[in-house]
């Protein structure tokens, strides 16, 4: 079954293609919101009764994102620098530059969540100069946005520790939590026995969320001796993003799909008259 666009949501439909989604597997309006409010990086609340209309929310999302779109920028080739198309009134100090290794393969990772907590899904794309070789996707009917996001990064290591261990590799993700937490908190957590704060600190005070994947990455990690893991901005036209995002939707339609197919009263309803 494929969703079937009102004429007056044309416009909406013809941007969804042109930033690489196939439009015909997308088989609801809930579907369709969902996946433009990821792409755009717009945030409207979706109707809490599943059933209910979500052409109001489509319209409004085609009146704000199809006056012109961005053209994606392409993926950093080994040896080059990346640097973002400067928004605004960015100070130089601001600017994110990402020196990106003569000899690197470059992955970008993305996780998604809707409704959070809900289903969701991660994706990962490898690039060897400028060009994929290669793409993964998965996701969980009940998580978090924030556990997709670690999965995916996860989920990258254990590719490059499989296909390209003894690579230099940079995998760029869009998500500051994880990023920041790979890279600055997990060498203090680590140092304190895996907790937030010191011996002192109360047990909710010490806790840390998402601990069993924290310390996943980090033992994966550890493994690998030329992994960069760095932080690119997210919805902001770069090719290897946008392509991790679409995996990540793909990814938790797909453990949506699988679920549905094995629960045996939905079978039951599908095929009763």
């Not at 059933?51 to 961005?70: E, N, T, V, Y």
């Not at 996701?139 to 290591?157: C, D, P, S």
């Amino acid at each position: 079954m494929t969703y079937s666009w009102p004429d007056g949501l044309y416009p909406l439909r013809n941007w969804l293609k042109a930033q690489g989604v196939d439009v015909k597997s997308i088989v609801s309006e809930r579907q369709a919101a969902f996946y433009v409010q990821k792409l755009s990086d717009q945030r409207i609340k979706f109707p809490a009764d599943r059933s209910a209309s979500m052409f109001p929310i489509l319209k409004r999302l085609q009146d704000i994102i199809c006056a012109g779109a961005a053209t994606p920028r392409p993926v950093p080739t080994r040896g080059q620098p990346f640097v973002p198309k400067k928004k605004g009134k960015t100070k130089p100090a601001q600017d994110i530059k990402h020196e990106v290794p003569a000899d690197a393969l470059v992955v970008y990772c993305d996780g998604c969540c809707e409704p959070n907590p809900g289903a969701g899904g991660w994706g990962f794309a490898v690039y060897r100069d400028g060009a994929e070789i290669h793409a993964e996707s998965g996701g969980a009917v009940q998580t978090t946005n924030n556990a997709m996001e670690m999965t995916g990064i996860l989920m990258t290591l254990a590719w490059v520790a499989a296909s390209a261990p003894a690579e230099p590799v940079v995998i760029f993700c869009d998500s500051k939590y994880v990023v920041t937490g790979i890279n600055e908190w997990v060498p203090g957590w680590k140092a304190k026995g895996w907790k937030r704060k010191g011996e002192n600190a109360s047990e909710k005070n010490q806790a840390i969320a998402n601990l069993a994947h924290w310390q996943a990455i980090d033992k994966a990690r550890d493994e690998l001796q030329f992994v960069k893991i760095d932080w690119v901005k997210g919805h902001a036209g770069i090719t290897g993003n946008e392509r991790a995002d679409e995996l990540s939707l793909i990814g938790r339609e797909g453990a949506l799909e699988a679920a549905n197919e094995a629960d045996p009263i939905r079978q039951q309803l599908k095929y009763s008259v």
